[in-house]
């Protein structure tokens, strides 16, 4: 399509269009940027292209994690999925609300880390009393695929990620 297509480093961009595709018989067309490397013409302003997208790349990114970096500094939720026990507002995408389906599991959880149960013991014991873990909630949000006889089997690694969540 463009030569940023290609590549964003200028350097290495330069490299394939210069040495290797030369070197094994590559013909490369860039259409929207009017290139083709049989026009040895093109060859002259090809590597300022390659400069501009890289800067163009690294500008774009900037400004995007400056933005993210705004939202969050708000007190925006930027995240794409809410945390087990949250759901996003439907009036706010930003905002997260507690869900009422999953909250109680956290809850439980909670109470019992604060009983001193290990990770071990509480996947255990929400495995054993039938506690649906949160994959299960998203098979009935949105349709995804899970083994129902796996449905229960809690891991600890899980639970750590439940307890120190910073939401």
């Known amino acids: 399509k463009d030569q940023s297509r290609l590549g964003r480093n200028h350097i290495e961009t330069g490299t394939y269009m210069e040495i290797f595709f030369p070197e094994h018989g590559v013909r490369y067309i860039a259409i929207n940027d009017g290139y083709d490397s049989n026009e040895q013409s093109q060859m002259d302003i090809a590597p300022f292209r390659n400069i501009i997208n890289e800067m163009y790349a690294k500008d774009t990114s900037r400004k995007i994690k400056s933005a993210l970096r705004t939202r969050k500094k708000s007190g925006k939720y930027i995240s794409s999925g809410a945390p087990f026990g949250y759901q996003k507002d439907p009036a706010d995408h930003n905002h997260l609300v507690i869900d009422p389906n999953t909250a109680p599991v956290v809850e439980y959880i909670y109470s019992m880390a604060e009983e001193g149960l290990g990770l071990h013991r509480i996947a255990k014991r929400l495995h054993d009393e039938k506690v649906l873990k949160p994959c299960y909630y998203k098979k009935e949000m949105f349709g995804r695929f899970i083994d129902d006889e796996k449905m229960y089997d ?14």
Do not use: G, N
């Open 154 to 167: 809690w891991d600890s690694a899980y639970i750590s990620q439940v307890l120190h969540s910073p939401v």
